[in-house]
């Protein structure tokens, strides 16, 4: 998430609403609970829609 705040400057909130919102869960090799880890080829398309945004 910190990767993701620092790219976007989009606030933690706002960002883990549109993960869950598209249905993006973090990363949970064999069921195991990393964290908040996300692929980064699944959020992606959450970074560039964010990335849109903090332009206009």
């Given at each position: 998430?910190?990767?993701l705040l620092a790219e976007t400057g989009a606030?933690?909130?706002t960002i883990r609403a549109i993960l869950?919102?598209?249905g993006i869960q973090p990363f949970r090799p064999n069921g195991l609970?990393?964290?908040p880890?996300?692929?980064r080829t699944e959020v992606e398309p959450v970074v560039a829609l964010l990335k849109?945004?903090?332009e206009k």
């Amino acid at each position: 998430p910190t990767i993701l705040l620092a790219e976007t400057g989009a606030h933690w909130n706002t960002i883990r609403a549109i993960l869950q919102s598209e249905g993006i869960q973090p990363f949970r090799p064999n069921g195991l609970d990393v964290g908040p880890v996300y692929l980064r080829t699944e959020v992606e398309p959450v970074v560039a829609l964010l990335k849109t945004q903090r332009e206009k």
